[in-house]
């Protein structure tokens, strides 16, 4: 058994990537009671430790996971990085810092083999690139060898092309850490064959990833939908899941004023509203029509306004964007679908999770080439 805890935990994609991969999370963190509603349906046998990751200790979390620190394989997380700050070359104690001095914390604490980071692509360029090195030495003090890059979830199968960065942390480890080559690339690259080099399949799209979902308009659709199971293509079928095959959770749509369906109708797919008319225009600029030809822009907590379905004069549905993050269809996700309460709302637990996907191509890397030369190295 390979076993993570996952700090940060969220709606739960990366576990769900791991998940798929073979890993048994034996605990996971956050302090969103929406997001562990959503967590713990999808993980029912995943314990769960709901609160600030500032009050945890070591100690409850391996409780909880009901093992000792020498039997975590690997931590996955991303804290917020937002407001970063430094002192000279190193983080500083700004209580900005807090969340990921807490992943530090406990990492050491842990000293899992493998410590998987994902987070904001920006991060590479906060303050001229110092908080990145920074983040790269605070681990190396603890003991972990890094490897970062940007890369894109489109090319590991996911029909969205978002930019992520992700850090790989290996423990006493004296190899050359190594990325998951990409899997998909663009429909004119795919054919051409490289005999050192699988050959790529074409991105995902967003008809792909579309095509077979019940059609739903304006205030139509449903938190559940049954359905026969069936597929166009290979991803679809990958995401009837296993859970509840033939559910459909949460393709419920936005209803819209007859004025802004107008503005969208009028908006070709691959454009955003700035190709309107001046004088129908709206301060918001940022609403853009899918192209069901490509893979789908970055999938973000605003997306039923800032994503415009590419044949549908509306927003997306929480499902819609789950297909674009390569959730199952049977994922369900908790909470409200506008901001009244404090915690996280369906849109806001999909658009800050990682893509199963992209965590499961990760996952299947580590497993195969870092613990194996890990163990090969330790003992």
């Known amino acids: 058994m390979i076993t993570t805890i996952d700090l940060f935990a969220g709606a739960g994609g990366i576990t769900e990537g791991f998940r798929k991969a073979g890993y ?10 929406e997001a562990m509603h959503t967590f713990t349906f999808n993980h029912p046998s995943v314990p769960y430790l709901l609160k600030d990751v500032k009050e945890v200790i070591v100690s409850e979390l391996l409780e909880k996971a009901n093992c ?8 996955t997380g991303g804290p917020p990085c937002q407001g970063f700050s430094l002192a000279g070359q190193r983080l500083s104690d700004d209580p900005r810092n807090t969340l990921f ?3 530090i914390r406990l990492a050491k604490d842990i000293q899992p083999k493998v410590i998987f980071f994902e987070n904001v692509y920006g991060i590479m360029n906060m303050q001229g690139g110092k908080v990145l090195e920074a983040i790269v030495r605070e681990f190396g003090d603890i003991g972990y060898k890094c490897k970062y890059a940007l890369v894109n979830a489109a090319d590991y199968g996911v029909p969205q092309a978002r930019p992520r960065f992700v850090l790989i942390g290996v423990r006493g480890f004296d190899k050359e850490i190594s990325f998951p080559e990409p899997t998909h690339g663009k429909r004119e690259e795919y054919h051409q064959m490289d005999f050192f080099k699988q050959e790529l399949l074409p991105y995902v799209t967003v008809e792909d990833a579309f095509s077979n979902l019940p059609s739903v308009d304006q205030g139509e659709g449903a938190e559940e939908i049954i359905v026969e199971p069936h597929w166009d293509n290979e991803y679809q079928k990958g995401c009837v899941g296993v859970r509840r095959p033939g559910t459909i959770y949460n393709h419920r749509a936005t209803r819209h004023s007859k004025a802004i369906q107008e503005r969208y109708a009028m908006i070709p797919q691959g454009c955003n509203n700035s190709v309107l008319p001046e004088e129908i225009r709206t301060k918001k600029q940022n609403a853009y029509k899918l192209d069901l030809k490509l893979p789908g822009r970055t999938v973000t907590c605003n997306f039923r306004t800032d994503l415009i379905h590419p044949t549908m004069n509306r927003g997306l549905t929480v499902r819609e964007a789950a297909r674009l993050q390569s959730f199952d269809d049977d994922y369900c996700f908790f909470g409200n679908l506008t901001r009244k309460a404090k915690w996280l709302t369906q849109d806001d637990q999909v658009g800050n999770a990682v893509p199963p996907l992209l965590a499961y191509a990760f996952a299947e890397h580590i497993k195969a080439f870092i613990l194996p030369q890990f163990r090969k190295t330790n003992y």
């Open 24 to 33: 048994t999370c034996v605990c996971a963190n956050d302090f969103d009671e």
């Open 68 to 75: 000792s620190a020498e039997n975590i394989d690997v931590i």
């Open 101 to 103: 001095r807490e992943y």
